[in-house]
C-alpha cells in the first residue's frame, strides 16, 4: 500500500509522529465527546509551541489527564493540579492546566444543554476559524487564575 503524504509530512522523514498523526487521525470525524474535549486540549497546549511536541507527548497527555475524561477533569482538585504541574511529560503551565479544567466544566453545561458537545460543534457549522474563535471565547471565556 502507498501512501501519500503532504510535502508537510513528507519532509519530516520516515519514521515520524507526524506521519502516524497523518495516517490515523488527521482528517478523521471524532465523535466521541471525550475525544473532542482532548483535540481541545492538546490545540491548547500547543499554543506557543510545535505540533510536533504535543505529538510526541500526546500518550503523557492522555495518561496524565485521566484519558480526558470530561467528568473527572472536571472535578480536578487544586492538588491533582499541582500534581499535573510536576509532571515533566505534559507541558507545565498552570494557565493551559487551568484552562483544561475549566473547558471541562464548560462542556458539561455545555452537554447539558445540547445532549454532547458533539452536538453543539455540530449545530454551529459552517463558520470560518475567525467565527469559531470568537464563539469558542464567547462560551468558554477564560480561566482566572491566581498566580
Known amino acids: 500500500m502507498s501512501t501519500t503524504y503532504c510535502d508537510f509530512v513528507r519532509g519530516k522523514g520516515k519514521d515520524t509522529v507526524h ?4 495516517d490515523n487521525e488527521y482528517g478523521f470525524p471524532i465523535d ?3 475525544l473532542l474535549f482532548a483535540r481541545l486540549i492538546l490545540e491548547i497546549n500547543q499554543a506557543g509551541l510545535s505540533w510536533e511536541t504535543i505529538l510526541k507527548k500526546k500518550d503523557n497527555f492522555f495518561k496524565a489527564f485521566d484519558d480526558f475524561n470530561i467528568d473527572k477533569v472536571a472535578r480536578y482538585s487544586a492538588t491533582k493540579k499541582e500534581k499535573l504541574m510536576q509532571d515533566a511529560g505534559i507541558i507545565r503551565n498552570r494557565l493551559k492546566i487551568e484552562a483544561a479544567v475549566h473547558n471541562a466544566k464548560a462542556i ?23 467565527e469559531w474563535v470568537k464563539l469558542l471565547k464567547l462560551r468558554f471565556g477564560l480561566p482566572v487564575v491566581k498566580l
Open 32 to 34: 466521541d465527546d471525550n
Open 19 to 22: 506521519r502516524d498523526y497523518h
Open 108 to 130: 458539561k453545561r455545555i452537554q447539558k444543554e445540547t445532549g454532547s458537545f458533539k452536538n453543539w460543534l455540530d449545530r454551529h457549522h459552517p463558520k470560518t476559524k475567525e
